[in-house]
């Protein structure tokens, strides 16, 4: 029996370390659970959302009027002989990617540092070090309407930060990602160990966060135009995305604070819990980040994070 728990404190399951409760939550670890879950929520009159690691989310001050779903399958098969990784949606991103590299496979190296879930990553289409989930997968299940449904990569929707899912109620349970066979030069794990030790110089250590805050800023042609005269490196408007931090960095706005929320002076688009930092104060401090870009550049910058409330 499918055990929910009422007044579920989400601060503690976040990466953020900051938001209220939810008025019930249920761990989950297979369909059959998942199903049992909604259908507590359907009876009981209530919304529910699906919470991977705890990344790229904010929640709020009020916590969550509804019902939190964990999703748990954290299982994975590798198939070293064709490539193929089968995965629960609730498997942790950057182990399946060390396990993939021991195999020798490469092509999601990239993910060794990425916090969060595989159905999160796969949700998001998270990405880095010139990576995306939508490079690496085949074919996603998907919960939806009392049923599993499989999409194929190319009905996933994925955009930059982006899938089909984001606009969607099903819940995704599970997935097929293809990687390819390294070449005797090339060595994934030692590419992980380079990913991991960029990602340490780079990013702010030691304060509770929540990653990259804001997405890159892809401009049109009017946009290139303008941002050339304003001084933006023309390596950013030839790829056609302005890294968020860069234009943080560059409006002046590292180290700005509300209470104990601070924008890193590491990495510009990482905004840090000191201690004690409410969803108020984050809040309130994307939309200062958000006006001082756009006074100095003209580009409004959108959230990549998920606001929980």
Not at 24 to 30: E, N, Q, R, T, Y
Not at 175 to 197: C, G, W, Y
Not at 200 to 224: L, R, V, Y
């Amino acid at each position: 029996m499918l055990e929910i728990k009422s007044d579920a404190p989400l601060g503690k399951v976040t990466t953020f370390k900051i938001g209220g409760n939810s008025r019930a939550a249920a761990l989950v670890g297979s369909v059959d659970e998942l199903k049992e879950a909604c259908a507590f929520a359907d009876g009981a009159g209530l919304a529910f959302r699906v919470l991977g690691g705890g990344s790229n989310v904010l929640v709020g001050d009020d916590g969550f009027d509804g019902l939190i779903i964990w999703y748990r399958d954290r299982t994975f098969e590798i198939d070293a002989s064709t490539g193929i990784i089968r995965v629960g949606g609730g498997a942790i991103t950057a182990q399946v990617a060390g396990a993939a590299a021991r195999a020798g496979l490469t092509g999601f190296e990239w993910a060794a540092g990425v916090p969060g879930t595989i159905g999160g990553a796969i949700y998001g289409n998270a990405g880095a070090s010139g990576g995306e989930m939508k490079e690496v997968v085949v074919s996603v299940d998907v919960f939806e309407r009392g049923e599993t449904r499989t999409y194929s990569a190319a009905e996933c929707g994925f955009a930059y930060r982006h899938s089909a899912f984001k606009n969607a109620s099903g819940i995704i349970t599970a997935a097929t990602l293809r990687l390819q066979h390294a070449t005797q030069s090339a060595d994934p794990q030692k590419k992980v160990m380079e990913v991991l030790r960029y990602r340490m110089e780079t990013q702010p250590k030691g304060f509770a966060s929540t990653g990259c805050i804001f997405k890159n800023f892809e401009p049109d042609e009017t946009a290139i135009e303008s941002l050339r005269g304003v001084g933006v490196p023309e390596m950013f408007l030839v790829a056609r995305r302005v890294p968020a931090g860069w234009l943080i960095e560059h409006a002046g706005l590292k180290g700005l604070r509300r209470g104990a929320a601070r924008v890193s002076e590491v990495h510009g688009n990482f905004i840090i819990n000191e201690g004690g930092a409410t969803a108020g104060d984050i809040i309130e401090l994307i939309e200062l980040v958000r006006g001082g870009v756009e006074k100095k550049f003209g580009v409004r910058l959108t959230e990549e994070i998920t606001i929980l409330q």
